[in-house]
C-alpha cells in the first residue's frame, strides 16, 4: 500500500507570492490534516479535513487554508507569502480521523522556502 | 508552558546503552503518538497509545502510558546508531471527533558507535 504522498517536495517563493501544497492520503483514508513545521515553534497544527470538510482549524491567519477533494486528496494554500511561512508542511492521513481509533501516518514534508 | 513537555531535549549514547524519553501533558491524553524523524523529513510512526496502562512495543522500542493517562515514556532498550534521529511525541487532548495533534518540541537523540 503506498504510502501518503506529497509534492511538491520543495519549493522556493517570494513574499507576497501565493502557493498550493498537494496532499494524497493512503488508499481508503478519509482525514488529512495539515501541520506546519519550524525550528522555533515546532510542529503545529493548521487544520484537518474529513469527507470534504474542514472539521478542525488551528490558530494561523486566514491566508492558510485548504481543501479537500472526492477522492480524499487534499490541497493548502497560502496567499501573500510572508518570510515566517518558510518552513516544512506536513500532512497526515487516516482513516476515520479519530485519533482514539485510528493511527495517523505522516507524508514526507514540502519545503518551503519564502525569499 | 508547553502543553507537551518532553525530556529530555536531546541525549547521547553510547551504542548497546538503554535510554528513556518522557513525554508529560497538562492535561488527560486520549491518544499519545509516538514518531521519529530524520532531520528536514517526515514523521515515522511508531506507536500509538489510548488507554491507560497501556504498553506497546515493537523490535527495541517499548512505549507505555501511565494510569491517569498524563504521562508517556519511550524506551529504548541496546541503542544502535540506526535509532539515531529525533522523537516526538503528539497528542490529542480532546475527547471529540477529528485529528488535532498536539506535539512537543522533540528529543534529539544521537547513538554513538
Known amino acids: 500500500k503506498a504510502g501518503v504522498t506529497q509534492t511538491p517536495r520543495y519549493l522556493i517563493k517570494t513574499r507576497g507570492q501565493q502557493v498550493t501544497l498537494s496532499c494524497s492520503p493512503i488508499?481508503?483514508?478519509?482525514?488529512v490534516s495539515w501541520y506546519q513545521q519550524t525550528p522555533g515553534q515546532g510542529l503545529q497544527f493548521l487544520f484537518e479535513?474529513?469527507?470534504?470538510?474542514?472539521?478542525n482549524k488551528g490558530n494561523f491567519p486566514g491566508r492558510f487554508s485548504g481543501r479537500q477533494f472526492s477522492n480524499s486528496r487534499s490541497e493548502m494554500n497560502v496567499s501573500t507569502l510572508e518570510l515566517g511561512d518558510s518552513a516544512l508542511y506536513l500532512c497526515a492521513s487516516s482513516l476515520a480521523g479519530s485519533p482514539v481509533y485510528n493511527e495517523q501516518f505522516f507524508g514526507p514534508g514540502t519545503r518551503l522556502t519564502v525569499l | 508552558s508547553q502543553e507537551l513537555e518532553q525530556s529530555p531535549q536531546s541525549l547521547i549514547v553510547q551504542e548497546g546503552k538503554n535510554l528513556t524519553i518522557n513525554c508529560t501533558s497538562s492535561?488527560?491524553?486520549?491518544?499519545l503518538y509516538w514518531y521519529k524523524q530524520k532531520y528536514g523529513e517526515g514523521l515515522i510512526f511508531l506507536m500509538m497509545l489510548q488507554k491507560g496502562g497501556e504498553e506497546k512495543s515493537h523490535e527495541k522500542i517499548t512505549a507505555k502510558l501511565d494510569e491517569k493517562k498524563q504521562q508517556s515514556s519511550l524506551h529504548i532498550t541496546a541503542s544502535q546508531p540506526s535509532h539515531a534521529g529525533i522523537y516526538l511525541c503528539g497528542a490529542d487532548m480532546m475527547e471529540t471527533s477529528g485529528s488535532r495533534l498536539t506535539f512537543g518540541e522533540g528529543t534529539q537523540l544521537t547513538v554513538n558507535p
Open positions: 488508499s481508503g483514508h478519509r482525514s
Open positions: 492535561k488527560t491524553l486520549y491518544g
Open positions: 479535513y474529513f469527507s470534504e470538510t474542514q472539521r
